[in-house]
């Protein structure tokens, strides 16, 4: 079935419009018919079955959908946590991956962050389009796997800016090469609880210098390993997520 996100104030008691480019895609794309079923979620912690009426002119001039809300529903697809993923910018297309999976895996929100090893450089218009592109995958991700929000890709970010920005979380993670055994990590993970707010600092392809350990160290950050093995920086934490979700999953 498919599924679409509309702002929370597009949701009426009855009715529900789709506007913009996912009116084009559903008509053009998709041949959507009047008939047909489609899930929407409102980014509010619901969802609505509908089915299609048709399509109209809007009083703005442009097309639109009308769907019939057939029933509502809260959305029980979204973890009982706040997850912030800090990612180290990478090289080439590697931040495509880290948000698609990010957000299939439940994160809350993505914010990329040009720490001191980071070799890619984005400001400007360029880190603007960067975004957009980020935020579009972060769509069609929350779209496939079924998500109750679009989550937030956020602008890229100093590194004294997103330990600024972490300051508000309640727990911060960063898994690093010289962390203790698993067994720490173990304890770690599983003192975890739904509700807390949680941080996860990656490293770029270099990892993290010793300053910026030491940084996030003192901002209460404990450090954790995800094994014996060296991981990539896309998969490091698609890995952190991983075990998250696994604890927190209810």
Same mark, same amino acid.
């Given at each position: ?32 018919? &009047? #008939?047909?079923? %489609? ?6 912690? /619901?969802?609505?079955?509908?089915? +299609? =009426?048709?399509? *109209? ?87 496939? &796997? #079924?998500?109750? %929000? ?6 890229? /970010?100093?590194?004294?800016?997103? +330990? =600024?920005?972490? *300051? ?83």
């Amino acid at each position: 079935m498919q599924h679409f996100f509309v702002p929370h104030e597009q949701a009426g008691n009855s009715r529900i419009f789709i506007t913009g480019e996912d009116v084009y895609h559903m008509k053009h794309a998709l041949r959507m018919k &009047s #008939g047909e079923e %489609l899930m929407v979620s409102d980014g509010n912690n /619901l969802k609505y079955l509908c089915r +299609l =009426k048709g399509y *109209e002119t809007g009083n703005d001039g442009a097309e639109r959908a009308v769907l019939e809300i057939v029933r509502q529903e809260e959305n029980d697809t979204e973890l009982p946590s706040r997850i912030y993923l800090f990612q180290g910018l990478p090289k080439q297309d590697k931040m495509d991956l880290i948000v698609q999976k990010s957000v299939e895996l439940g994160v809350y929100k993505v914010i990329p962050v040009a720490m001191r090893r980071s070799v890619v450089k984005l400001s400007g218009e360029k880190a603007d389009k960067k975004r957009r592109r980020w935020q579009e995958i972060a769509k069609g991700a929350a779209k496939q &796997s #079924g998500r109750g %929000l679009v989550p937030e890709i956020e602008k890229v /970010l100093f590194w004294e800016e997103a +330990l =600024k920005m972490a *300051e508000n979380i309640d727990v911060l993670l960063f898994p690093y090469e010289l962390a203790e055994g698993i067994s720490n990590t173990r304890q770690v993970i599983g003192g975890l609880r739904p509700g807390q707010s949680i941080g996860i600092f990656i490293g770029p392809e270099g990892g993290f210098e010793k300053t910026e350990a030491q940084e996030v160290q003192r901002a209460g950050a404990k450090a954790i390993t995800l094994g014996k093995r060296i991981l990539r920086t896309e998969t490091a934490g698609i890995a952190t997520l991983s075990m998250l979700m696994f604890q927190l999953e209810e």
